[in-house]
């Protein structure tokens, strides 16, 4: 993001009370600020109105308290929205809106664009852009709750980007939508290709969220050929630092399995997959995939499919299926984006 005026968004009660000291004000007008960012989702400094008039003029000048416009929404039947939105610099990313019975969920993005250039992506198609700050990622719940009638109970790092990559801000908005916005840790998931440096950094602070790591395929050769910067993170390393991983927090890990015609749908590929993930404390959820338009890949059959699942659970896995969302809106990752950028 171009450098400007420090955001009051991302900005923890703590960063906000000093802040406000610096400025020569009571600490206490930090933690009214932090009321009206995390609590009462005010859309402007001037909705603050229980801070001096001078002082949120002051403020207007010295910081910045920009939040994201919606530009662009699609709704599906089953009550998924898609939002598209403009961050401070023009720049757009993506955030979805999951309403389910017992729970609302929002899926968010951590970079503009994408580096690891996953061949079933849209988001990598327009190339990496840039990071985004922790309080781009935290707006983008807050935006999404006032298109709620439901409070947002769950948050998922499985938009644009790779969170990973994104360490240290997309670290610290979690902090924020835990402390902050109130959203309970093991409500927060954060889903990776696998950056093992990072999820080793992330094991050492023992959050109570849920790490899910996309394989996709049970071979280094063939998970190369799906997720490019495979090439870095071997798999034997990978699952080394995922069960150490969980056995340091306690936390089931979510292995994620996208599922495509041909490719790594196969019975062969199943029986790979339960024997890499032997003895490791996780489950493997199976989503099959989502068409995008210009990428030349199909959903397996359900024949397939059903072949998959049983032979890991015959070989003592927990699998999961994630309930398929969002197909009239675009909700692959990327794609919303991709679609409104190029017309």
């Known amino acids: 993001m171009a450098v400007g005026k420090p955001s009051l968004i991302g900005m923890s009660t703590h960063e906000l009370e000093e802040l406000l000291e610096s400025l020569g004000e009571p600490a206490f007008r930090g933690r009214q600020i932090a ?59 993506e955030s979805v809106l999951l309403p389910y019975i017992e729970r609302v969920s ?15 992506c ?7 852009v840039r990071d985004l700050t922790a309080g781009e990622i935290v707006d983008q719940v807050l935006t999404l709750q006032k298109q709620s009638s439901r409070r947002i109970s769950h948050v998922v790092y499985m938009g644009m980007g790779e969170p990973l990559l994104n360490y240290e801000n997309v670290l610290k908005s979690i902090k924020l939508l835990n402390q902050e916005v109130g959203i309970a840790m093991r409500h927060i998931t954060v889903s990776t290709v696998g950056i093992t440096p990072n999820i080793e950094r992330l094991a050492e602070e023992d959050l109570q969220l849920t790490l899910a790591v996309s394989l996709h395929a049970a071979t ?112 692959a990752c990327g794609q919303l984006r991709r679609r409104i950028v190029a017309t």
């Not at 849209?122 to 990496?128: I, N, P, R, W, Y």
Request: hydrophobic share 40%.
């Open 122 to 128: 849209a988001s990598g198609k327009g190339g990496f």
């Open 220 to 331: 280094d050769e063939l998970r190369q050929q799906i997720i490019p910067i495979a090439r870095r993170y071997p798999l034997r390393e990978l699952v080394k630092v995922c069960k150490s991983y969980a056995e340091k927090t306690g936390r089931r890990i979510t292995f994620e399995y996208l599922l495509i015609r041909g490719l790594n749908d196969a019975v062969s590929h199943a029986m790979q997959l339960a024997r890499l993930l032997r003895g490791i404390l996780c489950n493997v959820n199976l989503i099959p995939y989502n068409a995008i338009e210009d990428i030349p890949l199909d959903r397996p059959s359900q024949k397939a499919l059903r072949a998959f699942r049983s032979v890991l659970e015959s070989e003592g896995l927990a699998v999961t299926q994630r309930i398929e969302r969002g197909h009239a809106v675009s909700a």
């Open 35 to 93: 009321h009206w960012i995390y609590k009462s989702n005010a859309p402007s400094l001037s909705e603050m109105t229980n801070l001096p008039l001078v002082l949120r003029q002051r403020l207007g000048d010295l910081v910045s308290y920009h939040r994201a416009r919606i530009v662009s929404e699609s709704r599906s039947v089953d009550g998924t929205v898609k939002y598209l939105l403009e961050m401070a610099d023009g720049e757009a990313v």
């Open 106 to 120: 929002v899926c968010v993005s951590t970079q503009i664009g994408c580096a690891v250039g996953c061949i079933f």
